[in-house]
Nanobody, 115 residues
Framework: QVQLVESGGGLAQPGGSLRLSCAVS????????MGWYRQAPGKERELVADITIGGSTNYVDSVKGRFTISIDNAKNTVDLQMNNLKPEDTAVYYC?????????WGKGTRVIVSS
């Protein structure tokens, strides 16, 4: 059974930083990509950043230059370093893994950016 467990969310001040981590366990035949999505109150879930197993990254325009996604193969985690946080980054952040046939999702971790 595949499990994705997010951690690292919380409260940050504007301009601050947080690091999200997603621990991936279980058997996934062949991972194509891993990523982070977010859903703000009253809005649809959106892709924040993803990374292929080959290392290619993709970011939504609003986080470019501020967020960095990475994979830690030793720890089986996909991490999201978030710097220079803004109030509009407030959302529930979800970890995602895609294996060419289906998407796997974590339960989410809440990020609140407020002074």
């Amino acid at each position: 059974q595949v499990q994705l467990v997010e951690s690292g969310g919380g409260l940050a001040q504007p301009g601050g930083s947080l690091r999200l981590s997603c621990a991936v366990s279980g058997s996934i035949f062949s991972i194509n990509s891993m990523g982070w999505y977010r859903q703000a109150p009253g809005k649809e879930r959106e892709l924040v950043a993803d990374i292929t197993i080959g290392g290619s990254t993709n970011y939504v325009d609003s986080v470019k230059g501020r967020f960095t996604i990475s994979i830690d193969n030793a720890k089986n985690t996909v991490d999201l370093q978030m710097n220079n946080l803004k109030p509009e980054d407030t959302a529930v952040y979800y970890c995602n893994v895609y294996d060419f046939s289906r998407n796997y999702w974590g339960k989410g971790t809440r990020v609140i950016v407020s002074s």
